[in-house]
């Protein structure tokens, strides 16, 4: 894998980018372009549902279309995001008017030979962004095909770069870990922080109390981690005090096997993520 940090590099220089899909992962994206200077006279977007048209007229001023059309046609790269299970039919609908641009690819699991056969276009990239960067602090893993070339890469590191971190990875299957690790991720760290607001809360602390103590704990600990040249296991142990609380609290989840379960359940993740390529690549 190489690394790479965020520069919002560049944003205005970007062709006209076109979403299939306006919900969540799209709108986090759009955000972050238009934070970046990306005119959002320069975004297209195919949204079936209304509502969502209207947040996103609503939010930055784009009057999305409802169904793929020639608009289409002055998009130099088109962002796929939508559902796995909604794909190939969008990609089916959009095909005539996008074959020319250089296709991106958000959706979980589906493999670039899918997209490449259905849009008949080896220009294709696939990413696994993640909900944070809908707050500019997403990471972001990318993946290209052989017939994406240097500066189209670059495009994409501009667009990503706008929603957080991005790395690349050399081999497509990683996207499968990728997803399962970041991409899943968030809902892993608001699981935890529900647990110790619960617990927070059952020990008697106000809920926004216990909810201001956890939230900031793990920004906290994320933030130290980041800057530290330490492995997390040593600042774990600088935490722990022999014979005291924190000790406590680790004996009692290595009892239950915490971490074990943690690991299965990433695993589990990774597993659907190849199952979904398999279920809706076809
Ligand atoms: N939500 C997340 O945390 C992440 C999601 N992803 C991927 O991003 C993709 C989109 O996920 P979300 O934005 O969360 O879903 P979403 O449900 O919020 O957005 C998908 C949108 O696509 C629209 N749509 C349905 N059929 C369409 C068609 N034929 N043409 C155009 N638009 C159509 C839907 O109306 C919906 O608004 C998925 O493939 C997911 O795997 C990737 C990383 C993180
Ligand atoms: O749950 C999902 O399938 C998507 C992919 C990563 C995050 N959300």
């Not at 992962?25 to 209304?50: D, K």
């Not at 005291?244 to 239950?256: K, P």
């Amino acid at each position: 894998m190489s690394q790479h940090t965020a520069s919002a590099s560049s944003a205005q220089a970007l062709p006209v980018i076109a979403f299939i899909g306006g919900g969540n992962m799209a709108s986090a994206i759009i955000g972050g372009l238009i934070r970046q200077g990306h005119p959002a006279g320069q975004i297209e977007v195919v949204e079936p549902w209304s509502q969502a048209r209207a947040a996103l007229h609503e939010r930055y001023g784009i009057a999305a279309q409802p169904e793929a059309g020639s608009a289409l046609q002055r998009a130099g790269i088109v962002v796929w995001a939508i559902k796995p299970q909604t794909f190939k039919d969008a990609a089916a609908q959009a095909k005539a008017h996008v074959r020319a641009a250089l296709q991106l690819s958000v959706a979980a699991g589906i493999r670039s030979d899918s997209i490449a056969r259905w849009l008949d276009c080896e220009r294709v990239v696939r990413t696994m962004p993640n909900t944070p960067a809908l707050v500019g602090k997403g990471i972001s893993a990318l993946y290209a095909r052989a017939a994406v070339g240097a500066a189209e890469r670059q495009s994409v590191e501009a667009i990503m770069a706008c929603t957080g971190e991005f790395l690349w990875v050399e081999r497509e299957p990683l996207l499968d870990a990728v997803t399962a690790l970041s991409g899943s991720g968030p809902a892993y760290v608001f699981y935890f922080l529900e647990a110790m607001t619960r617990a927070g809360s059952a020990m008697g602390l106000s809920q926004p109390q216990a909810h201001q103590l956890a939230v900031a704990t793990f920004a906290g600990a994320a933030e130290l981690a980041r800057r530290s040249d330490e492995p997390p296991a040593l600042l774990r142990q600088r935490v722990t005090s022999k014979g005291g609380t924190t000790h406590a609290a680790l004996q009692s989840m290595d009892g239950a096997g915490i971490g074990a379960s943690f690991e299965a359940a990433i695993r589990a993740a990774e597993q659907r993520a190849h199952a979904l390529g398999d279920e809706f690549g076809g």
